[in-house]
């Protein structure tokens, strides 16, 4: 404890000054024989204790400043768009009319350009993944050990995904406006690579000599269609069979800039229900321009029906998004990259959808009864626009 002033005072002495008089500020008051002084006085009891509070008192006054500057409002792509309307220079200098109105950030959009041959393409051809293939010879694509697969499905499913990949080869190839995108995200846990099951069938499909590049001939406009390799893209974010329908469209229009008027699913017959009935439905895409193809494990089929009707067509009906538990935690479970998709950022007329999430149900044994979605969706303005007939664009 420091000394009182009282007690500091030397017996018989002149009283100690704890205030000294002010001195005229003369070169003199800041030499050499006046530091020892002001350290003096500003170690006394009272002046240190003013002098700490001071300084505490400025420090949180500084930090409250600082905190108060750096917190900014998230300023979002809408307006920060927004806010460069009229602005000169900068991303518009490189982008064109379409791009300026595509409602896509520039900094993405002006890297983009495409053949325009993808424009011209109208058929999507889906195949779902289902496990990840990280082989490379093609002598042993049907071993399970190629695959990073679940319990259930060794013993037989390799094939079943072979025979996918082709039959959605077969349709892509047959049809000339047609794009077959392979979707599936990584969700398999390490020690799984972080690859997606997209790209590991479009691997495959390469592999097999599915794809080659070869220039197809003219058709009677005289333009050569895209080669086949060009045809098939991969969907790399998908986490269930919801997914892997709607990520599907996005990726259709990020690759020919426009949606498709006609979809086909190339998967397990088991599952031709949940797509058609369920998936199709809560969409608002008409079945006109709906066709399933479903290609099922030999062998007896029966617990996997059953087993379909109890984990995957009966939580769909009751929320048709998969946005609730079940449905909600496998998506958790089958995201252990962190990976984001981009499709409200490079689809944003489908944001709207792929925020939807409906209120659960409970026990609904109808799909006439299950939710649908009726926000807006480029596939329902076709219809309004077209009147009582759709023409070309009908479904």
Not at 58 to 66: E, P, Q, V
Not at 177 to 199: D, I, K, N, Q
Not at 200 to 228: E, V
Not at 238 to 244: K, P, Q, T, V
Request: glycine share 8%.
């Amino acid at each position: 404890m420091l000394p009182l002033p009282g007690s500091s005072r030397p017996s018989g002495g002149k009283p100690r000054i704890f205030f000294p008089p002010p001195q005229t500020p003369t070169s003199a008051s800041f030499s050499s024989t006046s530091f020892p002084t002001i350290l003096s006085t500003l170690r006394t009891r009272t002046r240190l204790t003013n002098l700490t509070v001071s300084l505490l008192v400025s420090a949180l006054i500084g930090s409250l400043l600082l905190n108060i500057l750096s917190v900014q409002p998230h300023r979002s792509y809408a307006t920060i768009w927004k806010a460069r309307e009229g602005a000169q220079g900068g991303w518009d200098d490189a982008a064109t009319p379409e791009q300026h109105a595509a409602g896509i950030p520039l900094s993405m959009e002006t890297t983009i350009s495409r053949d325009r041959r993808y424009g011209e393409l109208e058929h999507l051809v889906m195949v779902p993944g289902h496990a990840i293939w990280i082989g490379r010879e093609k002598q042993r694509i049907e071993d399970d050990d190629e695959w990073v697969l679940q319990p259930a499905q060794k013993g037989g499913s390799v094939r079943t995904f072979i025979k996918h990949i082709q039959e959605g080869v077969r349709v892509m190839k047959e049809d000339p406006v047609a794009l077959l995108v392979f979707s599936g995200g990584a969700t398999r846990a390490p020690p799984s690579p972080p690859m997606s099951e997209a790209y590991s069938y479009r691997s495959l499909a390469t592999t097999l000599g599915l794809l080659p590049p070869d220039t197809l001939p003219a058709n009677s406009s005289g333009i050569s269609p895209l080669p086949l390799n060009l045809r098939a893209v991969a969907e790399d974010f998908a986490l269930d069979s919801y997914e892997n329908l709607l990520f599907a469209l996005a990726r259709f229009k990020e690759v020919t800039g426009r949606y498709p008027l006609r979809v086909t699913v190339v998967g397990y017959g088991m599952k031709q229900r949940r797509f058609t009935d369920l998936h199709r439905a809560a969409m608002g895409l008409p079945l006109g321009g709906w066709k399933y193809i479903g290609i099922d494990d030999d062998g007896d089929t029966a617990y996997q029906y059953a087993g379909e009707l109890k984990y995957g067509y009966t939580p769909f009906l009751s929320s048709p998004s998969g946005c609730h538990p079940p449905l909600s935690i496998k998506r958790v479970n089958r995201n252990p990259f962190f990976r984001y998709h981009p499709y409200h950022t490079s689809c944003p007329e489908m944001a709207e959808l792929l925020e939807w999430c409906p209120p659960k149900r409970g026990e609904v044994d109808d799909p006439s009864q299950m939710q649908v979605f009726e926000g807006h969706v480029p596939w329902r303005d076709r219809k309004e626009a077209a009147g009582t007939g759709w023409t070309r664009e009908k479904w």
